[in-house]
């Protein structure tokens, strides 16, 4: 993992084509602003996570209707 410090208003640049700018800091909570061409989904990690779980679930389902039918 890389651990940067950056101020409000800095920004840093990920593959030539992502922008992560800090927006505000207040408190223990920053606002970050990310720019991303439209074809980069962009999740926070919480909502990801419950994607994969739910994908997970749907894969298993098929795999057992494929076992039943099989």
């Known amino acids: 993992m890389l651990a940067l410090s950056r101020k409000k208003g800095e920004a840093l640049i990920i593959n030539n084509n992502i922008e ?3 927006l505000e800091i207040k408190g223990d909570q920053v606002k970050l602003g990310i720019s991303a061409p439209k074809e980069v989904p962009i999740y926070r990690k919480e909502v990801y996570l ?3 779980d739910a994908n997970k679930e749907a894969t298993e389902g098929v795999e057992a209707l494929r076992n039943l039918f099989g």
């Open 20 to 22: 992560i700018t800090v």
């Open 50 to 52: 419950q994607i994969q």
